[in-house]
């Protein structure tokens, strides 16, 4: 069963910065496509970023885009890194990662068979 961990949230300022951190471990896999997403209070969860499987494409929502970056941590097996600058307390959410060992989901969608339990960050004014 492959299991999803995340890490990394908090509260900051506006204009900010953090770096989410999420790990995937259990079942047979080399690797995984990994995706981020959000959920804000009463709003539905929203794609955030991915990272492709191969981890040569990456994929962000017009919302983040030029402000969040996604990558594989070269020092960590499994590991993706969503680095958060120049945060907007509208970014305040529930971030949730999600991973694909298959490679299948297209970018932007949320059709992902792991889930972390998420962590929240929270941006003041």
């Known amino acids: 069963q492959v299991q999803v961990v995340e890490s990394g949230g908090g509260l900051v300022q506006a204009g900010g910065s953090l770096r989410l951190s999420c790990t995937a471990s259990?079942?047979?896999?080399?690797?995984?496509?990994t995706a981020w997403a959000r959920q804000g209070p009463g709003k539905e969860r929203e794609f955030v970023a991915s990272?492709?499987?191969?981890?040569?494409?990456?994929?962000y929502a017009d919302s983040v885009k030029g402000r969040f970056t996604i990558s594989r941590d070269d020092n960590a097996e499994n590991t993706v890194i969503l680095q958060m600058s120049s945060l907007k307390p509208e970014d305040t959410a529930v971030y949730y990662c999600?991973?694909?060992?298959?490679?299948?989901?297209?970018?932007?969608?949320?059709?992902?068979?792991?889930w972390g339990q998420g962590t929240q960050v929270t941006v003041s004014s």
């Open positions: 990272i492709s499987w191969s981890g040569g494409s990456t994929y």
């Open positions: 259990g079942g047979s896999f080399s690797r995984y496509a």
């Open positions: 999600a991973v694909d060992p298959w490679g299948r989901v297209a970018h932007g969608a949320l059709n992902y068979d792991y």
